[in-house]
């Protein structure tokens, strides 16, 4: 009877241990156990009969019970507990209220994870009528021209702070530089002419704390490492530290050297769910050769031990929980940039981010202050839904700059969702626009831009038509790229950008765009530019119900037909030639691991996107990513 009694408590005690953990309300009085504190055993344990068979537990029976509640299973399962319990985490600032569908591409941490780019200017590839300069394989310049604007046709914002060119390039941001592994969420919003891209870095709101952790080579002893942890608590304070080395060494006739050190920290304490405080920093310090030929003509620039520190102080507040309401938002920055051979430069800014929120409506007004280049900012926005699959928005904006110049537009778009699957939206954007405000000879350009799509989609299919039109504009050359020292004006144009997708089965896609401007192709873009790539993925369901394998296997290409890049020194036009690459990728992941192996020019396309500046060979990336509770 005493064996068969000490069974029974065994199995009560198992039960107890495991049964306990799972049910238990995540309330703080449950989840807070207090060790100092002895805790009292049973007086006896009673049989359904009411025998006493023995008195309570001696010391030796409560330090192996102590032992059995302290087990890796036990603390495992406590911790899933606590990645169930939200708390609070800073909001994002960015484009408040409704929107027309469509009008913004949006990649989240996992879809980032398995769109195979590794920067910022790889991911802006991606987006129809955009042509990267890319400068060869990774650690290069990268610059965008979006629909032949040049470098100033993107904006971007970094948490809700514009993040300005400055230091080596004064004129437009380097995407290169930023890498995607510090960034949870990015938005990019499409006007006619003309990107704007939010940056978000993460807003972990779990209980339980969170680490990543990645590394990679690749060829020619490429190599890549990346860390991170947050930590949110019930009482306010919460951190996020990320890190990240990429290390290209310098490989003859294929690459020059590059190296870069991304570190951002973020301190938070959010007491209420209607006020916080933020304090983060953004660091960067890029190390890069130039690129030179055998006639000793620089092809690309390099940067000498550069760096670039942005600080951010944001103070929130918030009327109502549920997202509705007024907000408002108190932001303090400060940029520091240069190299060695540049001196470093300094701007600092602070603005007053303001919005009311109603169901299907909003308003929004921002207003900045700057030390250099643009001392005054002002915009308003707003987005109305009058009724369903039927919404319209629009903004203004206000710059003051340095030598008396002056920007300012009017931009408006609206939306509609038609039966059968069927869309349609429209969108135009008028003003005056100073491309670059660190240069005082850059005077303000008139902008007429306007345009207008119809499309249908369903789950297995999709189609989409745009038409635009945009002015005449003057782009400037890119600093990095010497290697073409102008850019001819372009007159206006009318661009024809066509997308579609097609899912035959669940488990395959084919998708692509094809943009191509009618009439004088303008320089720095290509004509019949192609971008598309078919994708198998599956979970092998029969093999795996739980679906915790996750197999993606994508081959994409992009071409593009004979072009002009610019003109040389001397004015005369330099030639684009053809070219198609093809570029794969293969992703299998294990729950939250993943493996990853992407691999570039699979044809040996010679041709390049810069001239002089081609990818040589296939290079190639593997790597690993695990994002974890600990």
């Known amino acids: 009877m005493r064996r068969n009694c000490r069974l029974a408590l065994a199995a009560a005690s198992l039960a107890c241990a495991f049964g306990g953990a799972a049910v238990r309300p ?65 909001a994002r600032l960015g484009p408040e209220g409704p929107a027309p569908a469509r009008s913004r591409i949006v990649f ?50 970094f948490d809700g702070l514009p993040y300005v060119p400055a230091g080596v390039d004064s004129v437009g941001v380097d995407p290169s530089i930023l890498s995607l592994g510090i960034f949870d969420r990015v938005e990019i919003e499409r006007w006619p002419g003309f990107l704007r891209v ?36 019930r009482s306010g304070p919460g951190f996020a530290l990320e890190g990240e080395n990429v290390t290209v060494p310098t490989v003859a006739g294929v690459r020059s050297k590059y190296a870069n050190t991304l570190l951002f920290a973020q301190g938070s304490y959010l007491p209420s769910p209607h006020w916080g405080v933020l304090y983060q920093v953004l660091r960067s310090r890029p190390d890069r050769d130039p690129t030179i030929d055998a ?46 051979l540049t001196p470093s430069q300094r701007v600092h800014q602070v603005g007053l981010v303001g919005s009311y929120r109603w169901p299907t409506a909003s308003l929004g007004a921002s207003a900045f202050y700057r030390t250099r280049w643009t001392s005054l900012d002002l915009r308003a926005n707003g987005g109305w839904q009058p009724r369903a699959g039927f919404t319209l928005a629009g903004e203004a904006g206000y710059q003051r700059h340095d030598g008396g110049r002056s920007s300012d537009w009017l931009g408006a778009r609206a939306g ?92 395959i896609t084919v998708e692509g765009w094809y943009s191509n401007p009618r009439g004088a192709v303008p320089e720095g873009v290509p004509p019949r530019h192609v971008y598309g790539a078919g994708t198998i993925r599956t979970h092998l369901s029969r093999i795996f ?35 198609t690459y093809l570029r794969s990728l293969v992703e299998i992941a294990f729950g939250s691991l993943q493996f990853y192996w992407d691999r570039s020019n699979l044809t040996l396309e010679a041709a390049p996107y810069v001239p002089g500046l081609p990818i040589v060979g296939r290079p190639s990336e593997i790597g690993i990513r695990w994002t974890f509770a600990n």
């Open 26 to 90: 995540p309330t703080v009085a449950a989840q807070v156990v207090d060790t100092t504190r002895p805790q009292r055993p049973p007086d006896s344990l009673i049989t359904p009969l009411g025998d006493t068979l023995r008195p309570a537990p001696t010391a030796e029976d409560s330090a192996r019970r102590a032992a059995a509640d302290s087990s890796p299973l036990k603390r495992y399962l406590a911790l899933q507990e606590r990645t169930k319990v939200k708390v609070l985490a800073p």
């Open 108 to 157: 989240t941490r996992d879809s980032l994870d398995w769109s195979g780019a590794a920067t910022v200017g790889d991911l802006l590839a991606r987006v129809p009528g955009l042509y990267l300069w890319r400068g060869g394989w990774l650690g290069q310049p990268e610059l965008p021209n979006f629909q032949g604007r040049g470098a100033t046709s993107v904006e971007y914002y």
């Open 198 to 233: 939010w940056l978000y870095t993460p807003n972990y709101d779990r209980l339980a704390p969170r680490s990543r952790v990645g590394f990679a080579r690749g060829s020619r002893d490429f190599a890549r490492y990346r860390g991170s942890l947050e930590k949110r608590t």
């Open 295 to 340: 006639a000793g003509d620089t092809l690309s620039r390099g940067i000498t031990r550069g760096n670039r520190t942005d600080v951010q102080l944001r103070g929130m507040w918030r009327h109502d929980t549920t997202g509705l309401g007024a907000r408002a938002d108190l932001l303090l920055g400060r940029i520091t940039a240069g190299d060695s």
């Open 416 to 507: 509609i969702e038609l039966p059968y699957g069927f869309h349609a939206s429209g969108s135009a954007r008028v003003g005056s626009i100073v491309a670059a405000p660190a240069l005082l000879s850059d005077a303000a350009q008139a902008v007429r831009d306007w345009q207008g799509s119809v499309g249908w989609e369903r789950s297995w299919g999709a189609v989409e038509a745009t038409y635009s039109r945009t002015s005449a504009w003057l782009p400037l050359a890119y600093q990095q790229f010497p290697v073409v020292p102008a850019i001819a004006p372009s007159s206006a144009t009318e661009w024809i950008t066509l997308g579609g997708r097609l899912t035959p089965l669940s488990w």
């Open 545 to 579: 119900p739980s679906r915790i394998l996750d197999i993606k296997l994508r081959l994409g290409v992009e071409h593009w037909d004979n072009g002009v890049i610019g003109n040389d020194a001397f004015g005369n036009p330099m030639l684009l030639p053809r070219a």
